[in-house]
């Protein structure tokens, strides 16, 4: 078993960053948005990175990236945090094609909730997957994650309207703020 750490996305994450995202463009087209070419490069990836770092400063956000022996192999991260009576953040994730079925994802995942919960002090993680998305539900339940709920047409990729399940945990967190 690969040993798999996190840490914060860094500027100089871009170039690793656009190699796996164009290499997995195709494969991936199903689960994500369309995006322009400019995204696949890595001026794409340094404006993306930029503006994630921008999100993490105002406290809006954890941006990381997943590492196996050194090298980027995906991205891990919590989105759209709400403080006051809420304490909550949104999960997201993936990991390159390459490195798929070997644990890091779920690794990955173990790694940030307890930076959202030790860290950041939430109460509460949300996330989405697409209902024919059963690796990312097998990771999400692995983590004491629930659905709660279904979604319908709440996500367009790949030429489609998507149904989607919302998952949530709760987290001990701290006091609201």
């Not at 794409?44 to 196996?68: F, N, R, T, Y």
């Not at 930076?115 to 539900?137: P, Y």
Request: charged share 20%; proline share 6%.
């Amino acid at each position: 078993m690969s040993p798999t750490s996190i840490r914060l996305i860094e500027p100089s994450d871009g170039p690793a960053l656009a190699g796996l995202r164009a290499r997995d463009r195709h494969a991936y087209a199903r689960w994500l948005p369309a995006q322009p070419a400019e995204f696949y490069t890595p001026q794409g990836q340094a404006a993306v990175i930029e503006s994630l770092l921008a999100s993490h400063d105002q406290g809006l956000a954890w941006p990381g990236v997943v590492v196996c022996e050194g090298a980027v192999i995906g991205q891990v991260g919590i989105s759209s945090i709400l403080r006051g009576p809420f304490q909550k953040g949104f999960l997201g994730y993936w990991v390159s094609s390459l490195h798929q079925g070997r644990g890091h994802t779920s690794r990955a995942v173990g790694l940030v909730l307890r930076i959202a919960e030790d860290e950041l002090k939430l109460h509460r993680l949300e996330a989405h997957t697409q209902l024919e998305n059963l690796a990312s539900q097998a990771v999400l339940r692995k983590h004491g994650f629930s659905p709660w709920g279904i979604a319908h047409d709440h996500f367009y990729a790949e030429g489609a309207w998507r149904d989607e399940v919302f998952w949530e945990r709760r987290l001990t967190g701290g006091p609201a703020t």
